[in-house]
C-alpha cells in the first residue's frame, strides 16, 4: 500500500482518542484526568495481571495518554490535531511537525519597524512629516529602483510610474 493509499483509506484508530481511553473529554481537568487513570491503571497494571500481555499493553496506552492530557503544551498539540481532521496518526503528525513548517507567506507583515522614529533628529526623534521614501511599496511610498536600472523609466518620476512601481495598479 502505498503513502497517498494510507492517507485516502485512513480511519482513526480507537487507541488515538485518549479522552475516551481514560473516560473523560476535552473539558476535563487535569485532576480529573489523573484519577480517572488512576482507577483504569488498577485495574489493568502488569503487577495485578501479571502474565497478561493484553493488560500490559493497555497499562502502557493508559500512560501515554496520561503523560499527553497532563501536558499542557502537549495537550494543545493533540487537540489541535484532533480537530484538523488530517489523515494521519497522531504520532505520525508529531513527527512530521518537526520536519514541517508553516507557510504563510500571504501574512501581514510586522508593523513595529513603522512606529519607530525617522532617523536624522538628534533626540530620535523627529516632529516633520514621515519620509515616503522609506515607506514600504504596498503602503504606496518606497520609490523601487533595482540597481542602475533607474534612468530606464526616465527621469521624471510620474504618478502612473510610481503607482506601477508600488503595485497600485
Known sequence: ???????????RNPD???YGMLNCDENSTIEQI?????????????D???GDKEAE??????KEAKEILCDPEKRANYDKWRHSGISISYKNWVGMKEHVHQSMHWATPKTKD??????GAPSGLSAGPPNPSLRRASEGGAALYYGSRKGEWGTENSDVANKFRNYEI
Request: hydrophobic share 35%; charged share 30%; no cysteine.
Open 57 to 62: 499493553a493497555k497499562f502502557q496506552k493508559l
Open 16 to 18: 488515538e482518542d485518549y
Open 48 to 50: 495485578k495481571n501479571s
Open 1 to 11: 500500500m502505498s503513502a497517498v493509499d494510507e492517507i485516502i483509506s485512513y480511519k
Open 34 to 46: 489523573q484519577a480517572e487513570y488512576k482507577v483504569l491503571a488498577l485495574q489493568h497494571h502488569p
Open 114 to 119: 513603522r512606529m519607530l522614529p525617522e532617523t
